[in-house]
């Protein structure tokens, strides 16, 4: 049972050569960076539409186009989409449309629904709202189709369905002077103008393919791993017995967080896997317990916004000394080993900061080593266990759990095909897949190849066209870097809003970030409403100064990302001219709680500070 208990550090080797480390991790990244940096992927509107615009689990129903003049239109109705949208609904904002892709709401929780999904933080923490819905999830790491239920329930308790447009995906997006009104239109032919826009899209609402060549000459049955064929594989949602594999050869693409998760079902129910491995992840153990109900008995008011901090403390903090780990899994194991050496110095409050990341840094080696011969003690063969080995800073790749991912590969039928010295698969041909100079045929091909997160913001938002007064393009004003007020708003950009990692503070839980971000953009709408407000927009001058200030403030984490292995994390290592570019914008350095207070601060002043009001 899930319940709260005494965490301390964790046993982790002491014999590491940390110089060999270091040199072995660059050769290791060295070996995966690619010249084409984030453009080795395709965009899935490039002729392969079909890997993400059809929706798997609700039929397309032909539908009269929308004419209308709205309040308020939020494009996304993932966590992003439904918290700005419920605080607005909380102030008082009522004509507020959530404009969405898939057939409801829970953005990558209702278009994930592959063998084996669950929240790979801790759901207590992730899911948000919890106490003001009343709800506790059943165990630590919540199932997919328990959190997309809990999606679901938000759009109910805040009355968003009622207005919600399904199905749909926005094409432009305009500023019309003459109207003062955004017009948005989409594939369903609508021609909605909203006075206000929130984009709440979020980093997880594209899927991206790996630019192999010959993608198109294969000929077997192939998909995304976020619109999962359950027609084909069997199975369902629920209960996924993917028994029509029995006589399949499947290969799988990809072994991030969600390739984790659906490898030991392929690996239980296909005749053949191929599980294909460019970087392996970290795999830690999972031990999902359930809750206690117990422990829910000791919760009292407030108990989630703790929690959340304590995460963060633990993990984007580094530590929190003095302070219970609360969460005490994977996640925050580095910050409490730092702490344990912090705490054993004769005087701990003199510790300089270079102190402090040099013990980190030791810790971070030695946790490293713990998961790399963790792999030693799961995989019966050597060369399949050193393949999986990860050689890489925590925290460069995603990090991961899973009691079934490493011992699958102890099965007959389960192989791993590293593809690390090649960068990757080489072609695709009619029948199957080439490697190492190798052909596979296989039946089907499996891409769990992620999302488009750090490539270009036009990419992101898969809108062909944002532009603001003057027909200024979004793309072409944020290419050189986000030009915002509070990370929020964007001057020429009139009544527009952003969610997501621009230039705000930055949580170690992306639902906290998402509840800051709509809490504050719906008091200025709100605002702006009750006042009579017609347009708002940043004043140069403050836009300028929230530029400066995120940019003086900035930790320099660029030479961290650098040495990381080429991923998502570091817009795959900058190759292709495109650079270094993290996966969560330009962060405001002081941190999520200090931005917080700073929005808090702002808000209380009720003056709307740097915005420039037009009646």
Same mark, same amino acid.
């Given at each position: 049972?899930?319940?709260?208990?005494?965490?301390?550090?964790?046993?982790?080797?002491?014999?590491?050569?940390?110089?060999?480390?270091?040199?072995?991790?660059?050769?290791?990244?060295?070996?995966?960076?690619?010249?084409?940096?984030?453009?080795?992927?395709?965009?899935?509107?490039?002729?392969?539409?079909?890997?993400?615009?059809?929706?798997?689990?609700?039929?397309?129903?032909?539908?009269?186009?929308?004419?209308?003049?709205?309040?308020?239109?939020?494009?996304?109705?993932?966590?992003?989409?439904?918290?700005?949208?419920?605080?607005?609904?909380?102030?008082?904002?009522?004509?507020?449309?959530?404009?969405?892709?898939?057939?409801?709401?829970?953005?990558?929780?209702?278009?994930?629904?592959?063998?084996?999904?669950?929240?790979?933080?801790?759901?207590?923490?992730?899911?948000?709202?919890?106490?003001?819905?009343?709800?506790?999830?059943?165990?630590?790491?919540?199932?997919?189709?328990?959190?997309?239920?809990?999606?679901?329930?938000?759009?109910?308790?805040?009355?968003?369905?009622?207005?919600?447009?399904?199905?749909?995906?926005?094409?432009?997006?305009?500023?019309?002077?003459?109207?003062?009104?955004?017009?948005?239109?989409?594939?369903?032919?609508?021609?909605?103008?909203?006075?206000?826009?929130?984009?709440?899209?979020?980093?997880?609402?594209?899927?991206?393919?790996?630019?192999?060549?010959?993608?198109?000459?294969?000929?077997?049955?192939?998909?995304?791993?976020?619109?999962?064929?359950?027609?084909?594989?069997?199975?369902?949602?629920?209960?996924?017995?993917?028994?029509?594999?029995?006589?399949?050869?499947?290969?799988?693409?990809?072994?991030?967080?969600?390739?984790?998760?659906?490898?030991?079902?392929?690996?239980?129910?296909?005749?053949?896997?191929?599980?294909?491995?460019?970087?392996?992840?970290?795999?830690?153990?999972?031990?999902?317990?359930?809750?206690?109900?117990?422990?829910?008995?000791?919760?009292?008011?407030?108990?989630?916004?703790?929690?959340?901090?304590?995460?963060?403390?633990?993990?984007?903090?580094?530590?929190?000394?003095?302070?219970?780990?609360?969460?005490?899994?994977?996640?925050?194991?580095?910050?409490?080993?730092?702490?344990?050496?912090?705490?054993?110095?004769?005087?701990?409050?003199?510790?300089?900061?270079?102190?402090?990341?040099?013990?980190?840094?030791?810790?971070?080696?030695?946790?490293?080593?713990?998961?790399?011969?963790?792999?030693?003690?799961?995989?019966?063969?050597?060369?399949? #266990? %050193? *393949? &999986?080995?990860?050689?890489?800073?925590? !925290?460069?790749?995603?990090?991961?759990?899973? @009691?079934?991912?490493?011992? +699958?590969?102890?099965?007959?039928?389960?192989?791993?095909?590293?593809?690390?010295?090649?960068?990757?698969?080489?072609?695709?041909?009619?029948?199957?897949?080439?490697?190492?100079?190798?052909?596979?045929?296989?039946?089907?091909?499996?891409?769990?190849?992620?999302?488009?997160?750090?490539?270009?913001?036009?990419?992101?938002?898969?809108?062909?066209?944002?532009?603001?007064?003057?027909?200024?393009?979004?793309?072409?004003?944020?290419?050189?870097?986000?030009?915002?007020?509070?990370?929020?708003?964007?001057?020429?950009?009139?009544?527009?809003?952003?969610?997501?990692?621009?230039?705000?503070?930055?949580?170690?839980?992306?639902?906290?970030?998402?509840?800051?971000?709509?809490?504050?953009?719906?008091?200025?709408? #709100? %605002? *702006? &409403?009750?006042?009579?407000?017609?347009? !708002?927009?940043?004043?140069?001058?403050?836009? @300028?100064?929230?530029?400066? +200030?995120?940019?003086?403030?900035?930790?320099?984490?660029?030479?961290?990302?650098?040495?990381?292995?080429?991923?998502?994390?570091?817009?795959?290592?900058?190759?292709?001219?495109?650079?270094?570019?993290?996966?969560?914008?330009?962060?405001?350095?002081?941190?999520?709680?200090?931005?917080?207070?700073?929005?808090?601060?702002?808000?209380?002043?009720?003056?709307?500070?740097?915005?420039?009001?037009?009646?």
């Amino acid at each position: 049972m899930t319940a709260m208990r005494e965490c301390g550090p964790t046993t982790t080797p002491e014999d590491v050569d940390i110089p060999a480390l270091r040199a072995k991790y660059q050769l290791e990244r060295e070996k995966r960076l690619r010249k084409e940096g984030s453009k080795q992927y395709v965009e899935t509107g490039d002729g392969y539409a079909e890997f993400a615009e059809i929706d798997p689990h609700t039929p397309y129903v032909e539908r009269d186009p929308i004419v209308a003049d709205i309040d308020v239109a939020v494009l996304g109705g993932g966590f992003g989409g439904l918290l700005s949208a419920a605080y607005l609904k909380k102030a008082g904002v009522d004509d507020v449309h959530v404009i969405e892709m898939g057939g409801d709401f829970g953005g990558v929780w209702y278009w994930n629904r592959y063998p084996g999904i669950q929240c790979d933080n801790e759901s207590y923490c992730y899911v948000p709202l919890l106490e003001e819905l009343g709800f506790i999830p059943s165990k630590k790491f919540a199932d997919g189709a328990e959190i997309y239920q809990h999606c679901r329930n938000i759009g109910k308790h805040f009355g968003l369905y009622d207005g919600a447009i399904f199905s749909t995906q926005v094409r432009d997006l305009i500023w019309d002077d003459d109207v003062d009104r955004w017009k948005i239109t989409t594939n369903r032919g609508d021609d909605i103008r909203a006075r206000f826009v929130v984009m709440a899209s979020g980093p997880f609402n594209r899927p991206k393919l790996p630019g192999i060549p010959g993608l198109k000459d294969f000929t077997g049955h192939s998909f995304h791993s976020s619109r999962w064929d359950y027609d084909y594989t069997g199975g369902s949602p629920s209960d996924p017995v993917l028994d029509k594999l029995a006589d399949k050869t499947v290969a799988i693409i990809g072994t991030g967080a969600t390739g984790v998760q659906i490898v030991p079902y392929l690996g239980r129910y296909a005749k053949q896997l191929y599980v294909v491995q460019r970087t392996p992840s970290t795999v830690d153990e999972r031990n999902n317990r359930p809750t206690d109900p117990e422990w829910v008995k000791t919760l009292g008011p407030g108990w989630q916004k703790e929690r959340q901090r304590n995460f963060h403390s633990w993990t984007f903090e580094g530590m929190a000394l003095g302070q219970p780990d609360l969460v005490c899994d994977f996640w925050t194991e580095l910050g409490r080993n730092t702490a344990a050496r912090v705490l054993a110095l004769p005087d701990p409050a003199s510790m300089t900061p270079e102190q402090f990341m040099g013990l980190r840094e030791e810790e971070d080696y030695k946790l490293m080593e713990r998961l790399r011969r963790r792999v030693e003690t799961l995989v019966a063969d050597g060369a399949t #266990a %050193e *393949a &999986l080995k990860p050689y890489y800073r925590f !925290l460069c790749k995603r990090p991961c759990s899973n @009691d079934d991912y490493l011992p +699958t590969f102890n099965l007959p039928n389960v192989t791993l095909v590293d593809v690390s010295e090649s960068k990757g698969v080489e072609k695709l041909t009619e029948t199957g897949f080439v490697a190492n100079g190798v052909e596979y045929p296989v039946d089907c091909i499996i891409y769990a190849s992620g999302f488009e997160i750090t490539t270009e913001i036009s990419r992101r938002y898969s809108i062909d066209a944002i532009e603001g007064r003057d027909g200024v393009s979004l793309y072409d004003y944020w290419h050189d870097g986000f030009k915002t007020l509070h990370g929020m708003t964007s001057r020429g950009f009139p009544n527009q809003f952003f969610t997501g990692f621009t230039q705000v503070g930055i949580s170690a839980n992306i639902a906290a970030n998402y509840e800051l971000q709509g809490e504050h953009i719906a008091y200025v709408i #709100a %605002e *702006a &409403l009750r006042r009579g407000v017609t347009t !708002l927009e940043p004043t140069q001058e403050a836009q @300028d100064g929230w530029c400066a +200030t995120v940019r003086e403030t900035a930790i320099d984490n660029s030479a961290f990302d650098a040495e990381c292995t080429p991923g998502y994390y570091n817009n795959e290592g900058g190759g292709g001219g495109e650079g270094i570019r993290s996966h969560l914008g330009e962060p405001y350095g002081p941190g999520f709680y200090a931005f917080g207070d700073l929005l808090a601060q702002w808000r209380e002043k009720g003056d709307l500070d740097g915005l420039e009001l037009r009646p």
